[in-house]
C-alpha cells in the first residue's frame, strides 16, 4: 500500500442538515490523526483546510438546498484530491459532510481513467445517500451524493469529474446501510447498488459481508473507501448529525476495517460527517482515529 498520505481538510457542513460537521477536519487532528498514522511507518502530510464559501442556512430551492455552495466546495476538493493522486500520494479527506464524496470520488474515478485501474468504492454508511431532488424529503445534498457520482443529480455536480456519469453503481459497495427513504429505497434497486445492509450483517457476519464486498478486486484495482462515522452504532460514535440505531459494534468496524486493509490495495478514503458539536469530549474522532488506524495495518489481534 501507498505509504505516502495527504491529509485535506474540508471543513463544512454545507451539505447537511444540521450544523457542526464543519469542525470535523480539527477534531481529527485534535485525536491525534497524523502521529498515530506516522506510528505505523506512513509519512503523513497535512496539507490543511481548502476554504469555501459559509453556510448561509437557506430552505431548498428546486430539491437542493446550497446548491451553489455545495458546487463551490465539491469544485475545491476534486482539485485538491486529482492533485495529490497525481503525485502518486493517498489522498485522505477530512470531513465535512458527506456531499463532499462526490468531489472526492469524481476525481479518484478520474485518476482511475488516467492510469486505466479499475475503480472499487466502498461507501460504509448508515444511509444509502442515494436521493435525487425528487425523491429528497430535506433537499440536504449530503443524501445525494452516490447518486450524483452516479448521473443523477444537477449539471454543476455531475460533471465535475468531467465525465457522467463520474462512477457506475456496480463499481460500489455499500456496507452498514439502515435508514433508506421510500423513494430512495426504489431507486437504489432500479440502479442495481450492491448494499450489504444491517439485516445482512447480522444474519451473515461481517466477515462473510466484506468477504463478499472485497471479492473480485485484482493488481489492477484502486480501492477508495468512504467512510461516514455514521456507519458506527450510536453507542461508540454519537458525534454524527444523523445517528441511526442499530450498527456495526466496534469490534464488527474493527474487523471490517481489518479486512479492507488485509487486501492492501485502499488508495484513497474520506473521513466524513464527524460533527463536534453533537461529540462527548471527542470520543467519536477518537473512535474514528482508532479504525483509521486499523485500515492502515494496525492489528489488534496477535497475528504473523
Ligand atoms: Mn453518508
Redesign the pocket.
Known amino acids: 500500500m501507498n505509504t505516502q498520505i495527504s491529509l485535506i481538510g474540508a471543513p463544512t457542513d454545507i451539505g447537511a442538515g444540521m450544523r457542526g460537521a464543519s469542525m470535523g477536519p480539527e477534531a481529527l487532528r485534535v485525536a491525534h490523526l497524523t502521529r498515530t498514522l506516522e506510528s505505523h511507518g506512513l509519512q503523513v502530510q497535512d496539507r490543511g483546510n481548502l476554504t469555501g464559501p459559509s453556510n448561509p442556512w437557506l430552505p431548498p430551492a428546486n430539491g437542493y438546498r446550497h446548491l451553489d455552495e455545495v458546487v463551490a466546495w465539491n469544485q475545491s476538493l476534486h482539485a485538491a484530491v486529482y492533485a495529490e493522486l497525481q503525485l502518486g500520494r493517498l489522498p485522505m479527506v477530512l470531513g465535512g459532510d ?1 456531499c463532499l464524496g462526490i468531489g472526492s470520488i469524481s476525481a479518484v474515478a478520474r485518476h482511475c481513467r488516467d492510469t486505466g485501474k479499475n475503480l472499487r468504492v466502498l461507501w460504509l ?1 448508515a ?1 444509502a ?1 442515494f436521493n435525487t431532488n425528487s425523491l429528497t424529503p430535506s433537499g440536504n445534498l ?1 443524501g445525494m451524493p452516490v447518486a450524483c457520482l452516479c448521473g443523477f443529480g444537477p449539471e454543476a455536480l455531475i460533471e465535475i469529474g468531467g465525465q457522467v456519469p463520474a462512477i457506475h453503481a456496480k463499481w460500489v459497495r455499500q456496507i452498514g446501510i439502515r435508514s433508506v427513504d421510500q423513494g430512495e429505497k426504489r431507486f437504489v434497486h432500479e440502479q442495481g447498488l450492491e448494499v450489504f445492509d444491517m439485516r445482512f450483517i447480522d444474519e451473515m457476519g461481517m466477515r462473510a459481508t466484506m468477504e463478499q464486498a472485497l471479492s473480485g478486486m485484482d493488481d489492477n484495482t484502486h480501492l477508495h473507501v468512504s467512510f ?1 462515522v ?1 456507519f458506527l452504532d450510536p453507542a461508540i460514535a454519537p458525534g454524527v448529525g444523523t445517528t441511526v440505531p442499530g450498527g456495526p459494534t466496534y469490534r464488527e468496524a474493527q474487523l471490517c476495517m481489518e479486512m479492507i486493509a488485509d487486501t492492501g490495495r485502499m488508495a484513497s478514503m474520506d473521513v ?2 464527524l460533527n463536534p458539536a453533537l461529540d462527548e469530549r471527542n470520543r467519536t474522532a477518537e473512535v474514528a482515529v482508532d479504525l483509521i488506524e486499523s485500515l492502515f495495518g494496525k492489528s489488534t489481534l496477535m497475528r504473523k
Request: no cysteine; net charge negative; hydrophobic share 10%.
Open positions: 458527506h454508511d444511509h445517500d449530503h461516514d455514521d466524513m460527517e
